[in-house]
């Protein structure tokens, strides 16, 4: 043991330099390319966000694009990671909500995978604090 709780193994895994790149690509990689893919097929981002009953759709189609993008470049690059993580945590918080409102549904399996969807989005939002909080440790040089 190094004089830590956790075996000599998990110590060299955490001190591998790219670790902390990896953990926060796990993080924001969903997003960047749910960017991509909107970004790429503007007439499904837009019917996207019709379907979610945001108008005017482009609007609201081009802004998620640009923080699925902008978001997770900003905690990758180790530049910005509040600013960044803040992005994609209200955008997750929102998306929540207006994905994944099982108070509104009645019970049965729908109800079910939209609770467990919502709190996923919850603990989401708790590595973007948690990111934060450690590039803030590592004094923003991630």
Same mark, same amino acid.
């Given at each position: 043991?190094?004089?830590?709780?956790?075996?000599?193994?998990?110590?060299?895994?955490?001190?591998?330099?790219?670790?902390?790149?990896?953990?926060?690509?796990?993080?924001?990689?969903?997003?960047?390319?749910?960017?991509?893919?909107?970004?790429?097929?503007?007439?499904?981002?837009?019917?996207?966000?019709?379907?979610?009953?945001?108008?005017? *759709?482009?609007?609201?189609?081009?802004?998620?694009?640009?923080?699925?993008?902008?978001? *997770?470049?900003?905690i990758l690059t180790g530049r910005f990671v509040w600013l960044g993580a803040g992005?994609?945590?209200?955008?997750?918080?929102l998306a929540a909500f207006t994905a994944n409102a099982f108070w509104t549904m009645?019970?049965?399996?729908?109800?079910?995978?939209?609770?467990?969807?919502?709190?996923?989005?919850?603990?989401?939002?708790?590595?973007?604090?948690?990111?934060?909080?450690?590039a803030e440790r590592k004094g923003r040089d991630a």
């Amino acid at each position: 043991m190094t004089g830590r709780d956790e075996p000599r193994f998990v110590d060299a895994i955490l001190d591998w330099r790219p670790t902390w790149f990896l953990a926060r690509l796990a993080l924001v990689g969903a997003y960047l390319l749910g960017g991509i893919v909107k970004l790429t097929d503007w007439s499904a981002a837009i019917a996207e966000q019709a379907h979610f009953g945001m108008t005017p *759709p482009a609007f609201w189609a081009a802004l998620t694009i640009v923080i699925e993008l902008v978001g *997770p470049i900003l905690i990758l690059t180790g530049r910005f990671v509040w600013l960044g993580a803040g992005m994609l945590g209200v955008f997750t918080l929102l998306a929540a909500f207006t994905a994944n409102a099982f108070w509104t549904m009645p019970a049965g399996q729908e109800r079910f995978m939209a609770t467990n969807a919502f709190f996923e989005h919850v603990g989401l939002i708790g590595g973007f604090v948690l990111v934060t909080l450690v590039a803030e440790r590592k004094g923003r040089d991630a």
